[in-house]
């Protein structure tokens, strides 16, 4: 799977778009980018994920660059719950995707 | 819709004894996962199943570990005798169709062997 580079931490003001960058410039023609979330004590959370279209669900928005080497996540109206640990994901479709490899992820904090 | 459910949530227990975890998939999903979340190595996928079958047990520490799936809606991981380095979190997940779609974690059970 190929590498992604995030920012250790980022803090957004309450109520306003939080923007997750993720890097992953060694990407290749048949991974997905998925989006997961860990808040303390719990398991991960599924965001969202995409091959090379824009996606948007009721969490978030995920932008694909077109070259594909980098991606972000948009929180569109951040809250307090959603303060966590945000991991960015490559993943290759058929049998070596089934493990998830998390990297050390972005600590959003989101402030009042 | 209820989510992946884990039990117990917590387990502290001694070493030697045998220790069983529990899991309980998303109705109507194929394929479940175990993992095990530590600070030292972060996230590692021990087995998955798929269609109740075990496919990839190579993440599997040694033989002291076993899980089975004996129906679509249940699987155990047992460890047998518990060691002090298996305290971890314990995740289950659970996907449905194809290796694309996402997998869902359940809350996970903290596991503590003295």
């Known amino acids: 799977d190929a590498k992604t580079t995030q920012p250790t931490s980022m803090d957004c003001a309450e109520g306003r778009a939080a923007n997750l960058p993720c890097n992953h410039s060694?990407?290749?023609?048949?991974?997905?980018v998925y989006w997961y979330r860990q808040i303390h004590s719990q398991g991960p959370q599924y965001i969202i994920h995409?091959?090379?279209n824009n996606e948007t669900n009721e969490m978030a928005s995920l932008i694909i660059t077109e070259d594909r080497k980098s991606s972000t996540l948009i929180l569109p109206h951040a809250t307090l719950r959603d303060t966590a640990v945000y991991y960015c994901?490559?993943?290759?479709?058929?049998?070596?995707?089934?493990?998830?490899?998390f990297g050390g992820g972005t600590r959003l904090m989101v402030k009042p | 819709d209820a989510g992946v459910i884990q039990s117990p949530r917590h387990e502290v227990t001694e070493m030697g004894q045998e220790v069983t975890l529990r899991c309980k998939p998303i109705?109507?999903?194929?394929?479940l996962f175990w993992y095990r979340q530590t600070m030292m190595r972060g996230l590692e996928l021990l087995i998955y199943f798929n269609n109740n079958v075990p496919i990839d047990d190579s993440g599997m520490p040694e033989d002291r570990f076993s899980a089975k799936m004996p129906n679509a809606s249940f699987s155990t991981l047992k460890i047998q005798p518990s060691e002090p380095r298996d305290s971890a979190v314990y995740f289950c997940a659970s996907r449905q169709g194809a290796f694309n779609q996402p997998q869902h974690f359940g809350d996970g059970t903290r596991l503590s062997i003295l």
């Open positions: 109705s109507g999903h194929n394929s």
């Open positions: 995409g091959l090379k």
């Open positions: 994901i490559v993943r290759a479709s058929g049998n070596a995707g089934n493990m998830l490899t």
């Open positions: 060694t990407i290749s023609g048949n991974e997905y």
